[in-house]
Nanobody
Framework: QLQLVESGGGLVQTGGSLRLSCAVSGVSLHQYATGWFRQAPGKKREGISCMHNFDEITYYSEPVKGRFTISRDNARNTVYLQMNNLKPEDTAVYYC??????????????????????WGQGTQVTVSS
C-alpha cells in the first residue's frame, strides 16, 4: 500500500528557505507521478508543483515559479520541494501526493488534485514577516 510522509516544515522568516521531503513507501517511486500541494486557512487546496515520472517534466504554479524546485530521488523513494525566498503568503499546510498517471500532463495533475490517489498527512510551513 502506497504511503507518503512529509517532513521539513517549520517556521521561517521572509526570504528564508526550507526543503520539504516526502518519503514514499509501498511502491517503487519511479513508476509514479508526484506533486506538491498546499492549503492555507480558508482557501482550497492548490497544486504548486508536479512532476511526471516518465520524462520528469515539471509544472510550477505562477506564485512559486522561480522560487520552488521539485525533485525526486528514486533510489531513496523520496520527493523533495526546495523552497527559496519564502514569503508570508506561502504560509500553508503542504501536502505531497503520488499517483499512477502515465498519460496525464504535469500541469493537469496540479490543476486537478483528484488525479492523485495517495496523499501524505501534510506539514505546516509558516513564514513570518
Amino acid at each position: 500500500q502506497l504511503q507518503l510522509v512529509e517532513s521539513g516544515g517549520g517556521l521561517v522568516q521572509t526570504g528564508g528557505s526550507l526543503r520539504l521531503s516526502c518519503a514514499v513507501s509501498g511502491v517503487s517511486l519511479h513508476q509514479y507521478a508526484t506533486g506538491w500541494f498546499r492549503q492555507a486557512p480558508g482557501k482550497k487546496r492548490e497544486g504548486i508543483s508536479c512532476m511526471h515520472n516518465f520524462d520528469e517534466i515539471t509544472y510550477y504554479s505562477e506564485p512559486v515559479k522561480g522560487r520552488f524546485t521539485i525533485s525526486r530521488d528514486n533510489a531513496r523513494n523520496t520527493v523533495y520541494l526546495q523552497m527559496n525566498n519564502l514569503k508570508p503568503e506561502d504560509t500553508a499546510v503542504y501536502y505531497c501526493a503520488a499517483g499512477f498517471l502515465p498519460n496525464t500532463p504535469a500541469q493537469e495533475m496540479c490543476t486537478i488534485p483528484g488525479h492523485f490517489g495517495s496523499w501524505g498527512q501534510g506539514t505546516q510551513v509558516t513564514v513570518s514577516s
